[in-house]
């Protein structure tokens, strides 16, 4: 696990684009899994700059979102999928046919799930996967207790979670979704290569648990300590609580200048 501290949620977004759109380049038919929230907004910025001025191709690229919410339409301001198209894709050209992200109106959620599990696999994998950290140490919508080994699946949002969403619904914690379909840990530790992104105060306590705390299911992103290329992009604030966060900016600060981007 590489940790990336710098000054701002912004120049961390920059630095964590520059990744994404070097695979982009040498690789056109990418496979990327993508997040939602707030979190990966600066980034996705920073890639719809890169493909309007720097002409950026997303046309072959294949995408996988993390998780939807149960209940919520696609068309519906809160889905993912609004989400996703109004932040992300229509400032850019990827084509819809390869743009994936659970049906959260599924009448078979079982059977949905393990047909998204095969789409990933069809399209070889994922190469990049993008992903936040809940307060709670949660990724996609694993919660805390999660197993390391599950699959793409409905999954029951915790009151903390739903709390931390209610600032989406006008925060009505009432009009906030129990349930969703998410990927799994499993999933998720099958791509190629994991960017996490974390900013902000509010996170610090889950970054250290992540990154310096034991592998536990009570804190799912801790599971990153085995991937073979993960990497987490924070802040100032997000590396607060971190007590190697010196270390980690030297070490960065003394890569080779090639390896910044890999």
């Known amino acids: ?13 920059i630095t964590a684009a520059r990744v994404v759109a070097r695979l982009v380049r040498e690789k056109p038919r990418a496979v990327l899994g993508l997040a939602t929230g707030s979190t ?11 493909h309007q001025e720097e002409g950026l191709d997303f046309s072959e690229v294949t995408s996988f979102n993390l998780d939807e919410y149960v209940g919520l339409e696609a068309k519906h301001e809160q889905s993912y999928h609004s989400f996703m198209w109004q932040n992300f ?6 084509d819809p046919d390869r743009v994936y992200i659970p049906d959260g109106m599924t009448t078979n959620v079982v059977a949905s799930c393990a047909t998204y599990e095969r789409a990933i696999v ?7 996967q993008i992903l936040g950290i809940g307060s709670d140490g949660h990724i996609g919508f694993n919660e805390p207790t ?21 600032r989406f ?15 799994g840990i499993g999933t998720i530790m099958d791509a190629r290569s994991n960017i996490m992104l974390a900013f902000g105060d509010g996170k610090a306590e889950a970054i ?14 801790s599971i990153l300590q085995h991937h073979q290329n ?22 960065y600060a003394g890569k080779p200048e090639w390896q910044q981007d890999a």
């Open 1 to 13: 696990m590489e940790i990336i501290i710098q000054p701002s949620k912004q120049a961390a977004s």
């Open 40 to 50: 990966p907004l600066p980034l996705y910025h920073e890639l719809i700059r890169m």
């Open 89 to 94: 894709f229509r400032h850019i050209n990827i």
């Open 122 to 128: 069809d399209a070889g994998g994922i190469d990049l």
């Open 146 to 166: 999660s197993s390391f080994a599950s699959r793409t699946r409905i999954k029951t949002l915790t009151q903390e979670t739903v709390v931390d969403n209610a």
């Open 169 to 183: 619904f006008d925060d009505d914690e009432s009009q906030v979704p129990r349930h969703c379909i998410t990927m």
């Open 208 to 221: 250290a648990a992540m990154v310096e705390g034991p592998v536990a299911a009570m804190v799912p992103a």
């Open 230 to 251: 993960a990497k987490v992009f924070i802040d100032d604030c997000a590396a607060s609580q971190l007590k190697l966060a010196d270390y980690y900016r030297w070490v």
